[in-house]
């Protein structure tokens, strides 16, 4: 049996901070240690200590990867992989989900020949918000965001074929990367419509694979810390 579980980092803001779309430019440290930690006691309650680690080489990832080997009592190293680092959010990175919807609402209008500066704010919100709901459904990239998408299948795809007879194989990525990761099932187009790929922080996704070359979503987005 050939195990690949995949996990979303900690959490970036305190409760109270607004939130921005954090990307693979804005490289921000952990602000808590329960989700990360919550990751390695979950993994070994139900006996998939790790035998190796990758993480995407960011702060967040790198600092998860640290507190889930600690917590699972795993002694193997956390080793950087860039291949798994966070999506690049463009003219999107670091603003509010407010900001985001406001300009995507906008180029959606003017792709359509209207004038965004002749609609209201409302309008062009549930415009931007039809855009962000497209991206966590369906994965459907929004205008101008830097996301190569066959790329990212194709990073999952060689990591599955990575995973030896026997391991147990942690990668600790982040939200707009992990949800590429089901391309792995062979039905990726099937897991977006009955599954929601947008995985919380500090979420667990867990594959299985008998043959190296069929793997099988055992567990999706399970928020391990309110589990341990």
């Not at 291949?83 to 209008?109: H, S, W």
């Not at 147990?168 to 977006?192: E, K, Q, W």
């Not at 594959?207 to 391990?224: H, I, L, P, Y």
Request: proline share 4%.
């Amino acid at each position: 049996m050939k195990t690949l579980i995949i996990a979303r980092h900690g959490n970036t803001f305190r409760k109270g901070e607004t939130p921005t779309r954090v990307g693979s430019r804005t490289d921000l440290e952990l602000v808590e240690e329960e989700r990360g930690r919550g990751i390695g006691l979950y993994l070994k309650k139900n006996g998939l200590v790790p035998t190796r680690i990758l993480a995407a080489p960011l702060k967040r990832t790198m600092g998860t990867a640290a507190l889930a080997a600690e917590a699972a009592g795993c002694t193997c190293p956390v080793e950087p992989d860039h291949r798994f680092i966070e999506v690049d959010y463009g003219p999107d990175e670091n603003k509010t989900e407010e900001e985001v919807k406001a300009r995507l609402g906008a180029v959606d209008a003017a792709a359509e020949g209207l004038d965004p500066a002749t609609m209201t704010a409302e309008e062009l919100d549930a415009r931007g918000a039809a855009i962000i709901d497209r991206w966590n459904a369906e994965a459907i990239v929004p205008d101008s965001w830097k996301v190569d998408v066959e790329q990212i299948c194709r990073n999952w795809q060689s990591l599955a074929a990575e995973v030896k007879d026997g391991e147990t194989l942690l990668c600790v990525s982040s939200n707009g990367t992990i949800r590429f990761a089901p391309v792995i099932t062979g039905d990726y187009a099937a897991f977006c419509a009955e599954n929601d790929i947008k995985v919380a922080t500090g979420g667990v996704c867990v594959f299985t694979s008998e043959d190296g070359t069929t793997w099988t979503c055992q567990e999706w987005g399970v928020k391990a810390f309110k589990l341990v």
